[in-house]
């Protein structure tokens, strides 16, 4: 389902650097088997695949069912890994312009009062028969303490009860968080309303596969079951095929080890812009911790060779390159052809789009290669559920296999609390 071509960067790495990387790798990845590695109570993404949870599966279809058929707007509210692998995969598989309902949109993955007065007036806007909307939000906070969740949670949770009443508007509140604990738990139980459960010895960024992703992903009209077997299928696979995997976190360790510093994951197709957000923040915070990692950058590309293009081609060289891309075409339009080709563009008529943005990739990839940037390139088979599911659980897998290799742990982030600690100090919250 993943084609690695890792070659273009391994020629930048020392030979003994590549060979100790892959022993590095292959003992990370015992230790993960094992669970005796760093962190190993937070294992848990892997049990959800190992032993895949139907009647969970079942659960969020028959939900999201009766959502979609009532809905007019479903408000994710979330930040970090809260949020962003049920972006990810709604923006890989849903039309870019689509017109089913409800409308996704997303809240409380930053304190932009102009951003929430918007999302505020625009759910209050009635629909175009005059009629109320019908709005649910899915709050989803593992700890149950997140400030800039909290915050969105509080305005949207009081618009939603002077819109529709108190017990009408639990009803349309469903809220993931761990089975105990946090300021969450205390209003479930104040008010009642739906509870998923975030497993303990699941992490948030490893948590695409759980209620947390799953559900806003099955609301938008995804069919879960697939995306979750692709992940199952991966699962099965990498256990008894290990050589891309180790070989991917390898390489990126040796890439590490030889002075690199960045990871500019770059895409040419834009509906996969926020699986490889998701793979930023699933690397930058399992990664980065005592001076060691790759920064994880993301690219759009080819809009983005018209803004970083110079610097990736020319600046500092202490940039890797990571492209995701698709083999199989995800749409079959042509450029069509013009009288008298004044834009000089008739050369191409009859071409698919597809196999310009090829070319238009393959032309990037060899001239940052000529510019001295290693890259990798991971390529799905397709844009599918099952494809997006399996790619989820390839990087989950690939990315702790690295950070062993960093000998840290993958699943604390604590740098996170610095900058919680200085806005709490700054806004006087009490002891
Ligand atoms: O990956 C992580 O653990 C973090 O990005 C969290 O998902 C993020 O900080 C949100 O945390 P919470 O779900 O507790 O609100």
Not at 7 to 19: C, F, G, L, N
Not at 47 to 56: E, T, Y
Not at 101 to 128: N, T
Not at 381 to 393: C, H, L, P, R, T
Request: with cysteine; hydrophobic share 35%; aromatic share 10%.
């Amino acid at each position: 389902m993943i084609r690695f071509d890792l070659e273009p960067a391994q020629k930048y790495i020392d030979d003994a650097v590549m060979q100790d990387a892959r022993v590095a790798a292959a003992d990370a990845f015992s230790q993960i088997q094992k669970k005796n590695g760093k962190g190993a109570e937070w294992l848990g993404w892997r049990d959800l695949v190992a032993s895949p949870n139907d009647a969970l599966i079942e659960e969020i279809t028959e939900l999201s069912a009766a959502i979609r058929s009532d809905a007019d707007v479903f408000i994710v509210c979330g930040i970090g890994g809260s949020y962003l692998g049920a972006k990810a995969a709604i923006d890989a598989l849903k039309e870019p312009f689509y017109s089913d309902r409800p409308r996704i949109v997303y809240a409380g993955h930053h304190i932009g009062g102009s951003y929430l007065e918007h999302l505020i007036k625009y759910i209050d806007k009635p629909r175009s028969d005059g009629q109320k909307k019908s709005v649910y939000i899915n709050v989803i906070s593992k700890s149950g303490t997140t400030m800039e969740t909290a915050l969105a949670f509080r305005t949207i949770a009081n618009w939603m009860t002077e819109a529709y009443g108190q017990k009408e508007a639990a009803r349309r509140t469903i809220c993931t968080t761990s089975a105990e604990g946090g300021k969450l738990n205390q209003l479930i139980d104040q008010y009642g309303y739906k509870k998923f459960i975030i497993p303990d010895d699941v992490g948030g960024r490893y948590s695409v596969l759980t209620p947390v992703g799953l559900l806003p992903i099955a609301v938008a009209g995804i069919d879960v079951r697939s995306l979750y077997y692709g992940a199952v299928d991966a699962y099965k696979f990498y256990e008894e095929n290990t050589e891309d995997i180790l070989e991917y976190a390898a390489t990126r360790y040796a890439l590490f080890k030889s002075g690199y510093a960045v990871d500019l994951i770059g895409t040419f197709e834009p509906n996969l812009s926020a699986v490889c957000g998701w793979m930023q923040q699933l690397l930058g915070e399992s990664e980065g911790k005592n001076g060691k990692g790759l920064f994880p950058s993301v690219a759009n590309y080819s809009t983005d060779l018209h803004s970083i293009g110079q610097i990736v081609q020319d600046g500092q060289r202490n940039i890797a390159e990571t492209f995701v891309t698709v083999k199989q075409a995800q749409s079959d339009i042509t450029v069509a052809n013009q009288e008298g080709d004044v834009d000089g563009l008739n050369y191409l008529s009859g071409q698919s789009f597809h196999h310009v943005n090829s070319k238009a990739y393959e032309g990037t990839r060899q001239a940052h290669d000529e510019g001295k940037v290693p890259t990798l390139e991971l390529e799905l088979k397709n844009v599918s559920a099952e494809s997006i599911g399996w790619f989820f659980y390839a990087l989950e897998l690939a990315c702790p296999v690295n950070v062993y290799c960093l000998d840290e742990n993958p699943f604390d982030q604590p740098g996170v609390e610095q900058y919680k600690k200085n806005m709490f100090s700054l806004l006087g919250k009490p002891s």
